[in-house]
């Protein structure tokens, strides 16, 4: 599976399937990429902030691409014409030959229309996603010990950790969870989007090899992917 970083928590899965992940593109100053260039089959959104569901409703209807999120902002996207696949933390589902798990993530998850207001978004995920390759992207989150967990039963070939603070992890913290998840590949995300949230990588880096994880840390430019 080849994952590109498109910047932020936004990654683009080719595997057997192109899954888009948390579309965030317009306002992204991180990617020069444009909503209707981008081609995708599937689209994971793991909450229903601003910086994850971002362009999904338009890329989702030019692509005839299936949403794949919480029961809640699924429901929103299909108010608004979008086809989407309703379901919860702990559970998967099969869209064409990719397997989506929603696993837990401790965050908030509400969505701030521009028209509507404040849309009650339900509760933040993470996601295992199965396409070829296995990769974990854990969504925006605060550190919790059954990372563990999500890495023993699940296996998967990379994990995706945001790294920003305030937000989510930072450094520290996500240097633990890629200690707990396990996964031979493990790519910083979500920091130094805005300033903010501004962090060093190899901070992150440092963290993970002083609590013993033994995989491959790699640090991404927006635009630049890896293969596993
Ligand atoms: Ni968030
Ligand atoms: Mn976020």
Not at 39 to 55: A, P, S
Not at 56 to 61: G, S, Y
Not at 64 to 91: D, F, P, R, S, W
Not at 99 to 115: C, F, M
């Amino acid at each position: 599976m080849r994952a590109e970083w498109i910047g932020h928590a936004a990654w683009l899965l080719e595997g057997k399937d192109k899954v888009l992940v948390d579309p965030f593109i317009t306002g992204n100053p991180k990617t020069d990429r444009k909503p209707a260039a981008l081609r995708c089959d599937i689209i994971v959104v793991t909450h229903g902030h601003n910086d994850h569901l971002g362009d999904t409703v338009e890329i989702a209807k030019k692509n005839n691409a299936t949403v794949c999120a919480v029961h809640e902002i699924a429901v929103y996207l299909e108010a608004q014409g979008v086809k989407a696949e309703g379901m919860n933390k702990g559970g998967s589902i099969k869209v064409k030959n990719t397997t989506i798990r929603l696993v837990e993530a401790i965050h908030s998850g509400d969505y701030n229309s521009p028209k509507e207001g404040m849309v009650p978004g339900g509760s933040a995920t993470g996601a295992v996603i199965e396409s070829g390759g296995k990769v974990y992207h854990a969504g925006d989150t605060a550190l919790f010990s059954d990372m563990k967990l999500i890495g023993q039963l699940y296996r998967p070939d990379l994990a995706l950790l945001p790294i920003g603070d305030r937000y989510t992890m930072g450094p520290k913290e996500a240097g633990w969870a890629a200690a707990f998840v396990e996964a031979p590949a493990v790519v910083p995300m979500h920091y130094s989007t805005f300033p903010i949230i501004e962090q060093d990588p190899f901070e992150f880096e440092e963290h993970c090899k002083k609590k013993g994880y033994k995989g491959e840390v790699t640090i991404l430019n927006p635009g630049e992917h890896l293969k596993v």
